[in-house]
């Protein structure tokens, strides 16, 4: 028997990931595990002294994450129900090793793989490659107050690192189907047969 679909929606920041989980669980009225971002008493800090708030930032995502999993895998995972969320666990480390050096970045790794190690995986992941550009957009048009004097430098690594994860999670999880979506040319927002392609290669694979 195939296992129920666990689908997560990546990408770098301001790709679009949100709205196309919101979307795609909708779509397929499947429960929708989403990122609580405006709670988090670390981000706006973190974006004026990265230096100083990381680790508390990156221990504070690992922790609200972790504990969404292990309820999730409890509801919905156990019982061989679908689900579909704005993240995948794995964006954690993406984050960290950018973040974090040395003995932080030690300490961290370590604590990931024990909270993280036995937690459901998505067996999807839908993956949407976006430009600086467009990352900028978005961001823009979302208009976090927060957000909006990111260091393009740093976007442009995210851009790298998420390849960089994608590249390794393909080598390293055969059973994973990874699904990308151009998110530069594919606006599944303002574009129903946009969004009906991404529906229709999802269900191919499923
Ligand atoms: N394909 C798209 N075309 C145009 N605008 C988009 C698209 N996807 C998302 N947006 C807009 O861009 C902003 C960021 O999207 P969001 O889903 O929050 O990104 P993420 O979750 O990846 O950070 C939101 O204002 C959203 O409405
Ligand atoms: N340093 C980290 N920042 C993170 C992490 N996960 C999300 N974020 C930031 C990026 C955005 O400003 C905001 C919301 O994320 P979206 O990707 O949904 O735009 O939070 C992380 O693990 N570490």
Redesign the pocket.
């Given at each position: 028997m195939k296992p129920s679909p666990f689908i997560a929606v990546e990408g770098a920041?301001?790709a679009g990931?949100?709205t196309l989980a919101t979307m795609l669980a909708k779509r397929f009225d499947f429960p929708l595990l989403k990122?609580i971002?405006e709670e988090n008493p670390f981000?706006d800090k973190?974006y004026q002294n990265s230096g100083d708030w990381?680790f508390q930032?990156?221990m504070f995502?690992l922790c609200n994450r972790y504990k969404q999993l292990e309820d999730t895998a409890l509801k919905f995972v156990s019982r061989r129900e679908p689900v579909v969320s704005?993240y995948h666990i794995y964006?954690?480390l993406i984050?960290a090793q950018r973040?974090l050096k040395g003995a932080q970045l030690d300490k961290y790794r370590k604590i990931y793989h024990l909270l993280t190690d036995d937690l459901p995986k998505p067996n999807f992941i839908v993956f949407i490659q976006a430009d600086l550009a467009t990352l900028q957009q978005r961001i823009a048009k979302r208009g976090r107050s927060f957000?909006q004097d990111i260091d393009p430098g740093y976007l442009e690594q995210l851009i790298e690192d998420y390849e960089t994860a994608m590249a390794h999670i393909k080598a390293n999880e055969p059973e994973t189907v990874v699904i990308t979506v151009d998110g530069n040319a594919m606006d599944f927002v303002e574009h129903p047969d946009h969004f009906e392609q991404i529906v229709a290669e999802i269900k191919e694979r499923m």
């Open positions: 920041i301001g990931k949100t990122e971002v981000l973190f990381s930032l990156e995502f704005d964006k954690n984050f973040t957000e």
